[in-house]
């Protein structure tokens, strides 16, 4: 990965879109609760936090295969997988906050009339939701969730069609920031920008250096810098 996005990669980025969980807003702490609530209810006893931190953006079913030692063709795994969707449901914006630093970026971006928005694997009855919550849904040019388009990540549908909704801009004028692979491999097979979210929720086992990404970011106000429209105080 290179230190800068090339000036004129910079300069012609009209919108910048985010991947939700562990890029734009910091879940986990709800989703471990929901974990957490679901093992104890079913007898077992709860993880640390620090475990399943890393597991987050790989969603839900991700949850249950850590908890329980289960995977989706497990007897059992579907009532678990919905018990915790449930209890999640109910608490969806206990602890959720953006991460340090992100409200400014997205203040800035909206300051030099660079559209901002949302793309997750996240389903949209969870994310509409959460999104509201927090403030965002007027703010953000689109909302694309996991269930909006036929394909989710890593397939371009979701990265393409809010290009789409953030304007119509083309895929050359957009920057996709997420902290998983397959949200990198999305922004590439789409055509946009890629920045890695090293602040997400990446596992010892993750190699962001790998994925292709044009760079990487320690945390959200980097994301200026690469834009070559505001730097950080540091």
Known sequence: MSNTLSVTTAKQI????FDLDGTLADTAPDLAYALNQTLEKHGRSPLP???IKPKVSHGASALIRLGFGLTSDNEGFDPLLQDL????SA???RETTLFPGMEAVL?????QDIAWGIVTNKPARFTDPLIKSMGLMDRAACVVSGDTTANSKPHPEPILYGCKLAGGHNPRECLYVGDAQRDIESGI???TATLVALFGYLGSDDQPETWGADGAVDHP???LEWLDIGHSSE
Do not use: D, F, P, S
């Open 189 to 191: 097979n789409a055509g």
């Open 14 to 17: 009209r919108v910048v879109l």
């Open 49 to 51: 936090y620090e475990q």
């Open 91 to 93: 608490n969806i914006h």
């Open 85 to 88: 969707l449930q209890t999640y």
């Open 107 to 111: 203040q800035q971006l909206e300051q």
């Open 221 to 223: 106000e980097q994301i």
